[in-house]
């Protein structure tokens, strides 16, 4: 495997909930974040999880609402949405990138180099 592929997308209600799935390359000191990017917008990050695991970083458009999580065993990095609202609507990207930091996670995509193709969430209101 040399990219993460996602799944778990959709169409759900305002209100309703998604579970992300990203089946990553298992490389170490990797962190690993999901990205979104919807019509006419830049990509943005939404979540991420140092390679350490110690550490998370949410966009505060999604506090409260979305939880990053992984299993390091299956090599699989999950993104709980929860309480989705039509904004949410947008494809989304796992991605994964290297750092000397354990502690780090990247916000700016051009530091990811792994990208999955992405899988479209769509909210309806």
């Known amino acids: 495997q040399v990219q993460p592929v996602e799944s778990g997308g959709g169409l759900v209600q305002a209100g309703e909930s998604l579970r992300l799935s990203c089946a990553a390359s298992?490389?170490?000191?990797?962190?690993e974040s999901w990205f979104r990017q919807a019509p006419g917008k830049e990509r943005e990050i939404v979540a991420g999880?140092?390679?350490?695991?110690?550490?998370?970083y949410y966009a505060d458009f999604v506090k409260g609402r979305f939880t990053i999580s992984r299993d390091d065993a299956k090599n699989t990095m999950y993104l709980q949405m929860n309480s989705l609202e039509p904004e949410d609507t947008a494809v989304y990207f796992c991605?994964?990138?290297?750092?000397?930091?354990?502690?780090?996670?990247?916000?700016?995509?051009?530091?990811?180099?792994?990208w999955g193709q992405g899988t479209q969430v769509t909210v309806s209101s």
């Open positions: 991605a994964a990138a290297y750092s000397r930091d354990p502690w780090a996670v990247p916000v700016d995509a051009g530091k990811y180099d792994s």
């Open positions: 298992g490389r170490d000191r990797e962190a």
């Open positions: 999880i140092s390679w350490s695991g110690t550490r998370f």
